[in-house]
């Protein structure tokens, strides 16, 4: 099968009828999306094993983000800013793969493949060139957000480990000296890498806003299945290095406006919080900060002493540690996160800003959306897999 041709730069229209045909595909064969995607990544590995270097060992936690990414841009096919802010999101983290260009086609030739393969109702002439059409109108745009971030930046940075703090027996405070001069916003992360899973990354928010001596600090928790965080906290040392991927993210300050702040931080997504707090000081606002600090246990609130600190400092921040088990004499709030904030609720002329297990993101999102606080007010980044972040879909 030939790869697709590439479309002129300019176009990014999507005809309506190769839309429809594209999520007919996809609908057929989603139940057999592990098949898909193993195809996939056989078709390309065989035919293209100079490929395969971009990718790390142990496959596992890659065989759905394939099928994950086509379905997502399918269905922002019809929103043309949607899709083109989700792709050049992919080609920039693409970037620290060494994804090229010239990789495109033979991702798009064993795609084709797969496709006819496991499509076996749908699959005919008219979805094969509908396909090459949007395959290459997709990857087009990938690689022209790609060029544009090499203009602006690094595909990686490498960075020491200067500071390892461990908190608790599962969490560490890691502060890290990138190589040349890191950009980013409070509230945003960035992937990172160790040197004992190459090419398996995991992404981890930024703790504290830009500071001036450019050092970088990050919470990392060791869970069961995290490569990266288990090697981060238990085996991490001061003068290690890693490398770390472009900063990404949305959660940031609106300093456009006077809204208070409410913030939710579980677990270590008090750190994003903790960077918020120190942007909203830095930027010389005095606006009201509520920050809802959420564990499990008292010793899970491992950064609260720093929050404290920041009350202490700063007259307009408010914060409230929240125990869900069994507390050792805390005098903070009890109960689950989002129940504490329906309890204080409602927020009016408040932005909520969101961070920690997905879970409470969502009941906590839930709970916002039913005591009055429009949702355009709600902002939080979906950072967490289920599983290590490995290799470009």
């Known amino acids: 099968m030939d790869a697709p041709a590439t479309m002129p ?4 229209t999507f005809r309506s009828s190769d839309a429809i045909l594209v999520r007919r595909t996809l609908a057929e064969i989603v139940p057999a999306g592990d098949q898909v995607t193993s195809y996939f990544y056989a078709l ?25 990414a086509l379905l997502t841009a399918a269905d922002r096919m ?12 992919l080609a920039r983290g693409h970037r620290k793969y060494g994804t090229l260009p010239t990789h495109y086609p033979a991702v798009g030739e064993a795609l084709l493949g797969a496709l006819s393969r496991y499509a076996t109702t749908t699959w005919d002439k008219e979805a094969e060139a509908a396909w090459i059409r949007t395959y290459t109108m997709l990857s087009q745009i990938m690689i022209d957000a790609a060029d544009e971030d090499g203009l602006h930046g690094p595909a990686w940075w490498m960075a020491e480990i200067v500071s390892h703090d461990l908190r608790t027996p599962d ?11 890191y950009p980013f916003l409070a509230g945003q992360y960035a992937a990172m890498e160790t040197p004992w899973w190459p090419r398996v990354w995991r992404n981890y928010s930024f703790a504290s ?12 928790k060791a869970v069961p299945v995290g490569w990266v965080s288990n090697a981060l906290v238990h085996r991490a040392r001061p003068g290690d290095v890693l490398r770390l991927g472009p900063p990404t993210g949305s959660m940031t300050v609106d300093h456009t406006t006077h809204n208070g702040l409410l913030c939710l931080g579980g677990g270590t997504g008090i750190a994003p919080i903790k960077a918020l707090v120190e942007d909203v000081a830095e930027h010389g ?22 929050m404290l600190r920041l009350q202490q400092t700063f007259p307009w921040l408010v914060v409230r540690p929240v125990v869900s088990g069994a507390s050792g004499g805390n005098t903070g ?25 997905p879970g409470m993101v969502r009941s906590s999102v839930d709970v916002l959306t ?24």
Do not use: N
């Not at 500071?211 to 600090?217: A, E, K, S």
């Not at 606002?285 to 720093?306: I, K, M, N, Q, W």
């Not at 039913?370 to 879909?393: C, F, L, N, T």
């Open 9 to 12: 730069t300019g176009d990014r």
């Open 285 to 306: 606002d005095r606006r009201p900060v509520e920050v809802f600090y959420g564990a499990r246990s008292d010793r899970d609130l491992y950064d609260l002493e720093t």
């Open 370 to 393: 039913s005591i009055g606080m429009p949702p355009e007010r709600i902002r939080y980044d979906s950072i967490q897999e289920p599983a290590p972040v490995q290799g470009p879909a």
């Open 44 to 68: 390309l590995f065989v035919r293209h094993p100079e490929l395969r270097a971009l990718f790390p060992a142990a496959m596992d936690a890659q065989r759905d983000r394939l099928l994950r």
């Open 78 to 89: 019809d929103d043309p800013d949607a899709l083109s802010e989700y792709l050049g999101g």
């Open 171 to 181: 969490t560490a405070i890691l502060t890290v000296r990138p190589d040349q001069a």
């Open 209 to 220: 806003a830009p500071r001036p001596d450019g050092l970088l600090t990050f919470h990392i």
């Open 333 to 357: 709030l009890k109960g689950l996160l989002p129940d504490a904030l329906r309890e204080r609720g409602p927020w009016p002329e408040y932005e909520a800003y969101l961070s920690g297990p």
